[in-house]
């Protein structure tokens, strides 16, 4: 009896989704638990998994369709194995005619074509994995990563550029490309939320400076022993920041509450969130009941949610709540920013770029290795002098790590 595979139920805060690739095509077998679909919505990428062997026989929302929860997606053929037509034999024996690009171009899903105009591929050389030749996104980011750092194929640079203009001056470009894409979902909720972070709080912003010399002290000292201990779990330095952010919430609940309509709602626990990049946007896993995790537990949750954010396995629940956030712009070499907040949130805390500067130490010029702190705060809710504080606090604990696990 055929099975009808169907998306999964979106939460409240999930309207609808968009079928981004599908993985398998009309006909072909599948493995229980192999990935059929994937499904992107505006916070996270679903994968839909075969629940039975058998063959896919029809797909009845294509790539690029707008799907709503448990909207019928295809239909499986349980048990079933896919078998190669007379005429699909007498091809895959014969030679395969060549394809010019437009042909390819036909051959393209959406997913695989943004991919292809993003970049600015030769559509020619990229060799199609899927049923007739079909080029999937995985075709697209195969093909790029055997020719990471390969110039563009003079083939397409030649395509693009008209044959009654005059050749480019040596140093200079004829040409003014520009490739027109449509925001992914994820990417234009995140936009949206910019948007309503910068128009709908009072957001401020203070800045602080911390020695980090002490915690790179007791990080250098002690590595080797961390990690061995526990199970290879790095010891980093977001976990110092985390559990300092919980004391320094503890302190100042104002910073640790959200404002929902006209009242203020006041949370007696910390789900500190962990601003995460990834190639589809910033997203920001949660950590729940930071409070109560040790500097290993933080460590290594942190470690888990970013391989599960690079891979898109971050499910709904991952990102849903969150008291307040810590982002780590030093990551990428940034000295110096303004985060924003993450609504309904009313603070986020910006780590930077760690950088040696000649500081004054008891009347003595000292390289020491320094870090600019910067906490956004929605004004209508925390006062500066409270934010200030609470800067300060993180500031304090850092520079005094013991301080941490004595709660001083």
Same mark, same amino acid.
């Given at each position: 009896?055929? &099975?009808? &595979?169907?998306?999964? %139920?979106? @939460? *409240? #805060?999930?309207? !609808?989704?968009?079928? +981004?690739?599908?993985?398998?095509?009309?006909?072909? #077998?599948?493995?229980? !638990?192999?990935?059929?679909?994937? &499904?992107?919505?505006?916070? =996270?990428?679903?994968?839909? =998994?075969? @629940? *039975?062997?058998?063959?896919?026989?029809? &797909?009845?929302?294509?790539?690029? #369709?707008?799907?709503? #929860?448990?909207?019928? $997606?295809?239909? $499986?053929?349980?048990? +079933?194995? %896919?078998?190669?037509? @007379?005429?699909?034999?007498?091809?895959?024996?014969?030679? %395969?005619?060549?394809?010019? !690009?437009? !042909?390819?171009?036909? $051959? $393209?899903?959406p997913a695989a074509r943004q991919m292809v105009e993003e970049h600015n591929l030769d559509v020619g050389a990229i060799p199609g994995s899927g049923k007739g030749g079909r080029i999937t996104k995985e075709d697209v980011v195969s093909y790029m990563k055997a020719h990471e750092g390969a110039p563009a194929p003079a083939a397409a640079v030649a395509a693009s550029v008209p044959a009654a203009q005059p050749q480019a001056v040596a140093g200079h470009s004829s040409e003014r490309v520009e490739n027109r894409v449509p925001m992914t979902r994820m990417r234009a909720k995140i936009a949206e939320r910019l948007l309503e972070a910068s128009q709908q709080t009072a957001m401020l912003t203070t800045f602080n400076e911390v020695n980090m010399a002490p915690v790179m002290a007791l990080r250098s000292k002690y590595k080797a022993q961390f990690e061995k201990i526990h199970n290879g779990t790095r010891l980093g330095f977001m976990g110092f920041f985390v559990k300092a952010a919980c004391e320094a919430l503890k302190r100042f609940p104002e910073v640790n509450a959200s404002i929902d309509g006209n009242d203020v709602v006041y949370h007696g626990y910390q789900d500190i969130g962990v601003a995460v990049s990834t190639e589809g946007g910033l997203v920001v896993p949660v950590l729940r009941d930071a409070d109560f995790m040790s500097l290993a537990d933080v460590e290594a949750a942190i470690f888990d949610l970013g391989i599960r954010a690079r891979d898109k396995k971050l499910t709904i629940e991952d990102m849903t709540g969150g008291t307040f956030t810590v982002s780590n712009g030093g990551v990428f070499g940034s000295l110096l920013s303004t985060p924003i907040l993450n609504p309904p949130q009313t603070g986020i805390l910006g780590m930077h770029k760690i950088q040696e500067r000649p500081m004054a130490v008891n009347g003595e010029v000292v390289i020491q290795p320094m870090m600019y702190l910067a906490l956004s705060y929605d004004h209508r809710l925390i006062d500066g002098k409270t934010a200030v504080q609470f800067l300060v606090a993180v500031k304090d604990l850092i520079e005094d790590p013991a301080r941490i696990l004595l709660q001083l």
């Open positions: 009896m055929a &099975i009808e &595979i169907k998306a999964p %139920a979106f @939460p *409240e #805060s999930v309207a !609808d989704g968009e079928v +981004a690739t599908w993985h398998k095509q009309e006909g072909e #077998s599948v493995a229980r !638990d192999e990935l059929l679909v994937e &499904i992107e919505t505006d916070k =996270v990428v679903m994968e839909v =998994v075969a @629940p *039975e062997d058998g063959v896919v026989t029809k &797909i009845h929302a294509p790539e690029g #369709s707008v799907i709503e #929860s448990e909207a019928p $997606l295809a239909t $499986l053929e349980p048990g +079933a194995t %896919a078998t190669a037509t @007379p005429a699909a034999t007498e091809a895959s024996a014969a030679p %395969a005619p060549t394809q010019n !690009d437009g !042909d390819k171009a036909a $051959l $393209l899903g």
